[in-house]
Structures are given as C-alpha cells and as structure tokens.
C-alpha cells in the first residue's frame, strides 16, 4: 500500500511556469520509479517525465523536453515537476505514478499502464 499526492496545479497564460509537487508515501522510496502522467479530455495518458530514486537518473518525452524538469527531495520524499514555457496543449490533469523497477534504464518506460501507484492529480489550465 502507498500514497501519492499531488500539488501546485493552476490556472497560467501561455508561455508560464508552475511547479508541481507529489508527496509519496510508500512503503519503500529507494529503487522507484516515479512519474508524472497528464490527461487531457478525451485523450490518452500521456507519460511526460519519470525519475529514479535510487540515482535521480530522469527521463523526458518529447513533448516536454526541455520545458520540463522532474526533481527529488530525498529527504522530504517529494517529487517536483517544473513546467516552463507553458503551452495551451500541455493543459490536463496531472498524475503522480510510481512503480518498482530494477533499474534507471526501466525507469524510461513512461507507458502509463506499468505504474501501480497513483495519486488523485492535479489541474493544469494554460490560456492563450
């Protein structure tokens, strides 16, 4: 059993930043993988960004490259997501997701269908 919850989701213009934040409460945090997974309406789960405790190794797709940053604090076992340069596209609810895996290498699978854990999410709005 754990749990994920998420913070920070709001309302920016385009070209804007937020920063969201996941607090896990799992029963082990060394050797997880956790992400951030979006949804937008009528869309599929999109992973975004993933990051290994064990080595803070992190992984991106394509989409948010370079906008992104996914972060740890070990210490407070919170997971940061930094969002630059918003764009109305990245507009949806956003998941923290955390799973087991062996490695940082498996960490870079970001299929939504792999992560056990989940929190309730948070909003994201980018007006243009």
């Known amino acids: 059993q754990g749990k994920l919850v998420e913070s920070g989701g709001g309302s920016v213009q385009t070209g804007g930043s937020l920063t969201l934040s996941c607090a896990v409460s799992l029963q082990t945090y060394s050797g997880m993988c956790i992400a951030w997974v979006r949804q937008a309406p009528g869309k599929e789960r999109e992973g975004i960004a993933s990051?290994?405790?064990?080595?803070?190794?992190?992984y991106y797709a394509d989409s948010v490259k370079g906008r992104f940053t996914i972060s740890q604090d070990n210490a407070k076992r919170t997971i940061y997501l930094q969002m630059n340069n918003l764009k109305p596209e990245d507009a949806a609810h956003y998941y923290c997701?955390?799973?087991?895996?062996?490695?940082?290498?498996?960490?870079?699978?970001?299929?939504?269908?792999?992560?056990?854990?989940w929190g309730q999410g948070t909003q994201v709005s980018v007006s243009s």
């Open positions: 997701a955390a799973d087991a895996r062996w490695n940082w290498a498996d960490c870079r699978n970001l299929d939504a269908a792999n992560f056990n854990y």
């Open positions: 990051i290994y405790t064990s080595s803070s190794d992190t």
